[in-house]
């Protein structure tokens, strides 16, 4: 990073200036209520995910950001220049004060951590990236315009979910990036490209934990598209179409690609594991979870190892969907010893145990799971019919669809035209929008096919209508 700086002793000043003024860009772009002073984003489970708080000159006054089982995550000031100022705060889901920080004009004066949250296999990465974060720091008080020390605190910041600072720190990195970019003297940096696709490949994962969707997928494209030789890149996007949107043929798509490149890509043998699971072939889910057993190590090592659908999670219900309940079981209780917070793994062992006729005990999974807050983590997903057949033997018909019934759309990407499957109507009312809401088309398709000719390269939402039933796509354009 440092060779794309060469002015001095700005950092703390109008560089930051620069991050606020495009996280009001960003931010307005995501604003889905707005209260006089407030601006206020949601989760999809309908909780609060961040508030940006205006003072009576319009300008930044204090920023906060919340989990998405809910609680405060993080509270942040500023002064009357848009600094970060005083104290400011962040805490664990339960509600304990885990790191104070203290600002003066945009300068951080000191940094206190009161606890770390790891799990058995993470823990290492955990206590690596606070290490990052403590060296670095006392480094910058000598050194604040060394931006290869700040571009890898931001990193670890990433890490540990400071989110804030991070959002800032990335902001500011992409501005500058794309500025040089622009400019006459962009040939003089042969990696510019691949440096600003991995700042829009950061910032991507920090707007996907608020579920902008939108931005997150459209940040992930344009690492694509800007550094294609970059295999991450892709499954980047892949995982985060079939985790966080549930898109899984198109991440498939892209999941695949790694795959080519790659054919014991560990991680995307772990996703892939996953999306197959989704859609209901347990043996192809099982294939992959144990290829990416071979090196489960490296998920440790090189991912956040906090989630949920880990392998023994994933593989687990899919042993036991495929009539290997015994080794299902087994696998679904290593996951709970690893990760004891685990919803979905709970989940899941209900679902075992409630196939096997053992209702009170599939009833306790599942309670475990929502006391979780499993579906405030996944509020896409059932869990009340489970509960309610477990739990008050209620023994009607979980009333649900299965991913792979679900309408979706095809090819994705498209070129010229895409067509709609699984939805009951052939023609309809459809519109198409960009990552930023804003409308660029709109028609009736012919036959369940929709034009995309002239529609440019990238990302964008389609939506639609018929007789009140309406469906949403993300749509990518070749």
Known sequence: MNQYFTMKNNYQS?????????????????????RGMVNKTFFKNGLIAKEIYLGADQM???????HIVGGLDERFSFDENGLMNGICQKFSSNGKLKTIWLFKKGILIKRTDFFKEDNLKNKAKVEENYAIIVKNNELLKTDPSNYGLLYGRAASRIYLEDNILAEFDFLGFKAHLESLKASPN??????????????????????????????SVDFKLKAIQIDPQETRHYFNLGAYLATEIHDYRLAIYYLDEVERRFPNHNFAHWVLGYTYLELEQYDKAIENINIAFQNEANLY??????????????????????????????????????????SVANKYLGIVYDDLGQSQKACDYFKKARDLGYEKKYA??????????????????????APKDLPFIAPNPAENSVEVFNYP???????????????????????KTIELLGLPTGFYILTITNQGKSETFKLIKK
């Open 425 to 447: 109507y052939s023609d309809f009312n459809y519109e198409i929008h960009n990552a930023q809401s804003q409308k660029l088309r709109h028609g009736v398709s012919n036959n």
């Open 14 to 34: 109008s560089y930051v200036i620069l991050a606020v003024l495009l996280f009001f860009v960003f931010e307005n772009q995501l604003v889905a209520q707005k």
């Open 186 to 215: 962009a040939g003089q940096f042969p990696r510019l490209n691949q440096d600003l696709a991995e700042i829009y490949s950061r910032l991507s994962t920090l707007y996907s934990r608020f579920e902008n969707d939108n931005l």
């Open 301 to 342: 090592e090189n991912g956040y190892g906090t989630e949920e659908s880990d392998l023994r999670t994933i593989r687990g219900l899919a042993y036991h969907k495929s009539g290997k309940t015994d080794l299902g079981i087994a696998d679904l209780n290593e996951a709970l010893r690893i990760n004891n917070k685990n």
């Open 380 to 401: 896409n997903k059932e869990l009340e019919s489970f509960i309610k057949k477990a739990c008050n033997a209620d023994q009607s018909k979980i009333a649900s669809i």
């Open 60 to 66: 930044l006054d204090s920023i906060r950001t919340y």
